[in-house]
C-alpha cells in the first residue's frame, strides 16, 4: 500500500515566520477595513451636509460634492479589496 510521505516537521524558526507573517497581514487588513469605515462616515457625513444644502439652496454644487464623497467610498473600497488580494498572496506565499 502507498502511503503519501509526510512532511518534514518545520522548524521552531519557520513557525515564527509563519505566524509573523499570519499577522503582519492580519494587521493589514485590519488597517485596511478601519481606513474604509473612516472614509465611509466622513462620506456619509458630508453628502449628508451637501444634501441638507442643496435641499434648502438648490446650488448644482452641492451635488457636485456629493458625487465627489461618493467617489471617496468606491475607491477606499477598491483599495480595502486591493489590501485584502495583496496580504492573501503574501500570506499564501510565507505560508506555504
Known amino acids: 500500500m502507498n502511503t503519501p510521505a509526510q512532511p518534514a516537521p518545520a522548524s521552531p524558526a519557520e513557525d515564527s515566520a509563519r505566524q509573523s507573517i499570519a499577522q503582519s497581514t ?26 441638507s444644502q442643496f435641499i434648502e439652496t438648490g446650488d448644482p454644487k452641492y451635488a ?18 486591493t489590501v485584502g488580494q495583496k496580504a492573501t498572496e503574501v500570506f499564501k506565499a510565507g505560508c506555504s
Open 26 to 51: 492580519a494587521l493589514a487588513v485590519s488597517d485596511a477595513t478601519d481606513n474604509l469605515r473612516n472614509l465611509n462616515t466622513l462620506s456619509t457625513t458630508a453628502i449628508g451636509v451637501a444634501l
Open 64 to 81: 457636485g460634492m456629493i458625487a465627489e464623497a461618493q467617489k471617496i467610498v468606491t475607491t477606499g473600497a477598491e483599495n480595502f479589496n
